[in-house]
């Protein structure tokens, strides 16, 4: 077996045997299982129950304004005239007092849930306006007139005549906020997680001095770039299983619902965006979990670790936050330049890759920026990689230092 | 079919830690290079390894410079102990091994060998960070040699051990030399070297001050030690020509001589004077060698 795939399976082994990477696992495969029966939990804790028939008690007249209303609604449950007594199991009783504004009762066993509460309102406040109409005595020219909206324009200099952009905001497809979000939160998740794992690994083996046995075995750089890559790979077993139990949640219970709860539809952008996102999660995660290994390699002592990843966290940090904060507002002149600069371009492409405004070369580009960041990023650690493993200085500054000398 | 250090010289700055070194190990010698602390053997190691890079000079192992594509046939030993401390012992031991072209198989079975050879087999499934140090020592002994390679290279080997220890260790190093193993070790204990060596080089402030054969050294060096030892008083040997130097503690008398050319009118001089229990030329001891050349006493 040649020594890259020894160090590689060494590592990809002992870390994804390790406890914490089986806990963090579980942990978020429960929450996809727990996100996936959302609306069968909240259900759960609604102890409000649907009403299949409505008897509703008022005179003839009003009867059937209210039954044609509730008609004209679509309504789900049966309208029916009030037989006296309490409401029926699965059913309610609506009475009327003619005053004005009309007053209206709903008695029933159990609570209703919201949307039929809302259906019910609704349909009463228009059986109310109708009344007043009629009490009016309105021409109907009069009545159409009332159900008219105003004609409003707005002329707003900062605009330039630009109507297009303000689209962004308004066209934003629920699915495609999902896949960002998910991108997004799903790789600084992994990057804060993983950056201290690689660069604990590799300075363990620094401050422990083992390192010394290993590279006289095999190359530094081969041995750099063999943990890298276990440690990527790590992180890609654990995306993969997340994937695996969000395909089986949607295999094992009915998303029907949800989707047509939330609403969620793809547009023409989603394979585009879907595609960009997972090509920026990758390289994001390789070119943070590189430059984690690079730092880690510099510190002699384990008690310097956290300030050595310090701007891996920084620069993730603002990043997702570039990214998640202007959603709504993605065209502005921060994003377009925070997504050029190597740091922040996998968080912020993928926000500029949901508008339809930004073109396949700026997408292409972005990616071009970070092959070369990584490349570079790999060739820097390669050639100072061999170097800082035997120095037992203190400090990056000092590592730094010396290995420009050298 | 050996090693070669030519006119090898590192500089860290201005420091100058080894300066042109000139060296043939034998294949299949023990070879031991002495020195004080600072006096550059680890340096030296570090550059055979290619851990280091020479400033000047070349280092050839059986005609080739050293590269990766000989590692496998590579042991070492380094200085600076130490190994993965979350590591069980096999774990550690397997991966450093097969970093080496070991088969799993292989190391499961020479690993056991190792342990009971050390007197040691109930460390096997211990954490490394659980262990003593001078156990944690012996596994890093075990990872640098468990491959059987050609050259053995080990940093102050007996450094930190118990006496038991030392000698497990030595008996098992001297085990592996007569089995084929070139073998090359540091050290500032110079009755290791007398004891051990047939090869030595001697390092002071990083040049070389004598390397070679331990028998050629010696007899090349000249001088002899002469140790006398009676009753009748023997003083006047002090003026006899090619003496360097008289010590007298009680009866015991000893002599440096210039040449053993110098032994023989001495001791037809003291016959003379009647009985003597003991008249004796020693070989010079590497502590006389090393007080010439440098002029001052070892350590
Ligand atoms: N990485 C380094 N940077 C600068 N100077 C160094 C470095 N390593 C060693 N030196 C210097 O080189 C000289 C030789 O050091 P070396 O470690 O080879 O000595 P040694 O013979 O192994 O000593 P010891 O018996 O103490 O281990 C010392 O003066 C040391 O300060
Ligand atoms: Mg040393």
Redesign the pocket.
């Known amino acids: 077996m040649n020594k890259f795939m020894t160090t590689f399976l060494q590592t990809y082994v002992s870390k994804v045997r390790a406890k914490s990477f089986i806990i963090s696992t579980l942990i978020i495969i429960l929450l996809i299982f727990l996100a996936a029966n959302i609306d069968r939990i909240i259900e759960l804790f609604d102890s409000s129950e649907e009403v299949t028939t409505l008897q509703v008690d008022a005179e003839e007249a009003q009867y059937g304004a209210i039954e044609s209303m509730f008609a004209s609604m679509d309504a789900e449950f049966e309208i029916e005239p009030y037989e006296g007594g309490d409401a029926p199991a699965g059913g309610a009783v609506l009475s009327l007092e003619e005053t004005d504004p009309m007053a209206f009762t709903i008695s029933a066993e159990n609570d209703l849930p919201d949307e039929q509460k809302t259906e019910i309102e609704t349909a009463l406040a228009e059986v109310q306006r109708m009344n007043t109409i009629q009490a009016l005595n309105l021409t109907p020219e009069e009545t159409a007139s009332l159900g008219e909206s105003p004609d409003i324009t707005y002329d707003i200099a900062a605009d330039d005549g630009e109507a297009e952009d303000e689209g962004s905001a308004a066209d934003m497809n629920p699915l495609n906020s999902i896949i960002f979000y998910v991108t997004v939160i799903i790789m600084f998740f992994i990057i804060i997680n993983y950056a201290s794992q690689i660069g604990t690994e590799i300075a363990m083996e620094k401050t422990s001095r083992v390192i010394e046995m290993i590279v006289s075995s095999v190359p530094p750089v081969t041995h750099l770039l063999a943990k890298i890559s276990a440690m990527i790979s790590v992180s890609l077993t654990q995306l993969i299983v997340f994937v695996l139990a969000v395909i089986a949640a949607i295999q094992m219970f009915d998303f029907n619902n949800l989707i047509s709860e939330f609403g969620l539809e793809s547009n023409d952008r989603t394979v585009t965006l879907a595609v960009y996102s997972l090509i920026y999660l990758i390289l994001g995660l390789v070119l943070y979990l590189s430059i984690s290994a690079l730092l880690g390699s510099f510190i002699s002592r384990m008690e310097d670790l956290q300030q050595a990843l310090l701007p891996v966290t920084m620069f993730s940090l603002i990043g997702f936050y570039i990214a998640i904060f202007n959603i709504w507002t993605s065209e502005n002149m921060l994003v377009i330049i925070s997504s050029y600069i190597p740091p922040f371009t996998p968080f912020v492409m993928p926000l500029r890759a949901m508008h339809e405004t930004t073109g396949q070369v700026e997408l292409l580009l972005g990616i071009a920026i970070l092959i070369v960041t990584i490349a570079a990023v790999i060739w820097l650690a390669a050639s100072i990689y061999r170097n800082s493993v035997?120095?037992t200085d203190k400090g990056i500054l000092k590592n730094l230092k010396r290995i420009r000398r050298e | 079919m050996s090693l070669e250090l030519n006119q090898l010289t590192k500089k860290?700055n201005e420091?100058t830690?080894v300066d042109d070194i000139n060296l043939t190990v034998p294949t299949g010698s023990m070879y031991g290079f002495l020195?004080?602390?600072?006096?550059?053997?680890?340096?030296?190691f570090r550059m055979i390894l290619g851990l280091l890079k020479q400033t000047e000079g070349t280092i050839t192992y059986n005609g080739k410079p050293i590269d990766y594509s000989v590692t496998n046939r590579i042991g070492y030993l380094p200085?600076e102990r130490g190994l993965h401390p979350k590591l069980k012992v096999e774990e550690q031991i397997r991966y450093l091994a097969q970093l080496k072209g070991m088969s799993k198989k292989d190391i499961d079975v020479k690993l056991d060998e190792w342990l009971e050879r050390f007197e040691v087999p109930e460390n096997r499934d211990k954490r490394i960070e659980k262990l003593s140090k001078g156990n944690q020592q012996k596994i890093q002994l075990i990872a640098s040699i468990i491959h059987e390679p050609d050259l053995i290279i080990l940093d102050?080997p007996f450094s930190g051990l118990d006496p038991v220890n030392v000698e497990i260790l030595k008996k098992s190093v001297k085990e592996l030399n007569s089995s084929g193993a070139t073998i090359i070790f540091?050290t500032?204990r110079m009755e290791h070297v007398e004891e051990m060596c047939e090869e030595l080089c001697i390092?002071n402030h990083?040049s070389q001050v004598v390397s070679g054969n331990i028998d050629q050294i010696k007899s090349d060096f000249g001088q002899k030690e002469i140790i006398i030892e009676g009753d009748h008083d023997i003083s006047f040997l002090e003026e006899m020509p090619g003496v360097l130097d008289m010590k007298q503690v009680r009866k015991k008398t000893t002599l440096k001589i210039s040449d053993e050319q110098y032994a023989e009118p001495i001791f037809k001089e003291i016959i003379k004077l009647g009985y003597f229990k003991r008249f004796q030329v020693n070989e010079p001891s590497l502590n006389d060698i090393f007080i010439s050349k440098v002029g001052r006493k070892y350590e």
Request: net charge negative.
């Open positions: 035997l120095s | 860290f420091n830690a020195g004080g602390n600072g006096a550059g053997k680890t340096t030296t200085e102050e540091s500032h390092l990083g």
